[in-house]
């Protein structure tokens, strides 16, 4: 049974997302607050996404995502959000969230969302080293098998999708990749959501791994078209 978390503080929104939820297969942990959250993450060790509103009596959403990711590089994450600024959306994205959904929201595109986590996290743990176990692009090396990266020697934590973001830069030294080439890539054609989504990543991987993330060398930007990986 595909299992998911759903924090929301508001009984009639949660039901909602829940009921639907459990018509399209997936078992459903539910929490109001974010330490009732936490608690229900430590009691269920094997939910794969949770969705996480972030406006909350407590803890908000984006410090739930941020203890989420804490400890787990691993699990899906969509923020759902009433409101409509922009910074929410990149806030919620920078603290580590895969995927963002505004209410309000249909059940299919809340699904629709959902479903495409669930399977490109599958994808990810199934999928069969190529030929290269291994790509090196000094100081980086982004192991396949394992899903690392390593710059000089030293373990950098990713998100599965920072991971697949990476792979695909390494994977293509000094092409520009369009923003459209990269969400195709990585979240797949069926991908409801904005392209924005491909600059709030790329900038979350610069804080990692650039040694001035305001000057970047490693992921340059390719004006008006999308960003380069410089070998």
């Known amino acids: 049974m595909k299992k998911i978390l759903v ?18 297969g997936y078992e ?21 996404v949770a969705l996480l509103d972030i ?8 410090e739930v995502c941020r203890r989420i990711r804490a400890s787990n590089m691993k699990m899906g994450i969509i923020m759902l959000t009433a409101r409509t600024q922009e910074m929410d959306k990149v806030t919620g994205l920078m603290t580590g969230a895969d995927d963002y959904v505004t209410k309000p929201f249909s059940p ?16 990810a743990e199934e999928e069969a080293p190529a030929e290269a176990e291994e790509i090196s ?10 899903r690392t990266l390593e710059k000089n020697g030293e373990r950098i934590r990713l998100t599965q999708v920072e991971f697949n973001v990476m792979k695909l830069f390494m994977s293509n030294p000094d092409k520009a990749l369009s923003r459209e080439e990269i969400l195709e890539n990585v979240w797949g054609r069926d991908y409801f959501g904005e392209v924005k989504i491909v600059d709030v990543n790329v900038r979350r991987l610069r804080v990692k ?9 490693y992921i340059t930007t390719v004006w008006g078209y999308g960003y380069k990986w410089s070998a």
């Open 7 to 24: 924090l929301e503080d508001e009984d009639n929104i949660r039901s909602f997302v829940v009921i639907n939820l459990k018509r399209a």
């Open 28 to 48: 459903t942990i539910e929490a109001a607050t974010g330490e009732e959250a936490m608690e229900q993450l430590q009691n269920n060790p094997d939910i794969r």
């Open 55 to 62: 406006m909350l009596p407590d803890i908000d959403g984006f």
């Open 108 to 123: 299919a595109e809340l699904t629709a969302r959902v479903d495409a986590l669930y399977r490109r996290l599958g994808e």
């Open 137 to 146: 692009s000094p100081p980086f090396l982004l192991n396949i098998r394992n």
């Open 209 to 217: 791994i650039e040694d001035d993330p305001q000057n970047p060398t």
